[in-house]
């Protein structure tokens, strides 16, 4: 009888146990996709612009092709252009699908440098074309954790750099830093990105994590309006929270923007 209340008692733990890992993967993953989003409206022109100069390329080949007699060259030049065109569109989708594989939804040991290297690759077309320069400095830092996780803080922290470049006609930069780095006496590691923007003000440093709280905004017809979800840095909260981990924001002393720091506890069990 005792040992049948053990059993009972060890299926319900076990099943309890399952059931905080579900809600740990779903919340996982409504971050991720919410990141996407994120990306998605604030990026989204770029792909618009891809279609839309396809779109153009495609046209401009059939109307060499029409005409008497046909323009080859010209219009293997305008297919070549389209074809350069179509696989930017590609990507960005790609980037979308895979930001949600399966194996990323779940915990492992991963290596966080090339999660940010691969998320970094992906955000470097429209990061170029608004004249930002992105420098990353990082470490192999292996830990076991969400790989969707990692990467929505990336995405949102990129993604707000990126907003804050483009607001400041003058040189704009993005750092990207991934080190070590031990806090209260336990190991380990930082990811810190800092840009050329605005930066943050004092007053605002703790309000911009709340939920639908944003200090973005554009001028539009002599009226001010509101610029942003203010989810991004939400979403960055709750993954700070979740894994234990801490979140600071400051000025940057080279750049002179704003230098967002997230450190995450070392897990390699």
């Known amino acids: 009888m005792a040992l049948d209340k053990v059993d009972l008692v060890t299926g319900r733990i076990q099943e309890a146990q399952k059931s905080l890992q579900d809600l740990a993967s779903q919340a996982t993953i409504y971050r991720g996709l919410a990141s ?3 990306v998605a409206s604030v990026f989204g022109h770029e792909t618009q612009q891809s279609i839309a100069a396809l779109t153009g390329a495609t046209n401009n080949a059939r109307g060499f092709l029409q005409i008497e007699p046909p ?3 010209n219009a293997l030049n305008s ?21 949600i594989r399966r194996d990323k939804r779940r915990r492992r040991k991963v290596n966080i440098k090339p999660l940010i290297v691969e998320v970094t690759e992906y955000l470097q077309p429209a ?4 004249n930002i320069d992105v420098q990353l400095d990082l470490e192999d830092v292996t830990t076991r954790t969400f790989p969707m996780d990692i990467e929505s803080v990336v995405l949102n922290l990129l993604t707000n750099a990126y907003t804050a470049c483009i607001q400041k006609p003058s040189k704009r930069a993005v750092r990207v830093h991934l080190g070590r780095q031990t806090e209260k006496g336990k190991q380990g590691f930082a990811i810190v ?23 973005k905004t554009v001028e539009r017809d002599d009226d001010v309006k509101q610029q942003g979800t203010g989810l991004g840095l939400t ?11 801490r979140r600071a924001v400051d000025s940057d002393p080279e750049l002179k923007g ?12």
């Open 36 to 38: 996407l989003g994120i």
């Open 258 to 269: 704003a230098r967002f720091r997230i450190w995450f506890p070392l897990n390699e069990r």
């Open 71 to 73: 323009k080859l060259s």
């Open 127 to 130: 990061m170029s074309a608004a």
């Open 79 to 99: 297919m070549a252009q389209a074809t350069q065109y179509a696989d930017r569109v590609a990507a960005w989708g790609n980037f979308a699908l895979d930001r």
């Open 235 to 245: 979403i960055v909260e709750s993954v700070v929270k979740e894994l234990n981990g």
């Open 193 to 215: 990105v800092s840009d050329s923007g605005a930066g943050v003000d004092a007053a605002f440093r703790e309000q911009i994590w709340s939920p639908l709280f944003t200090t």
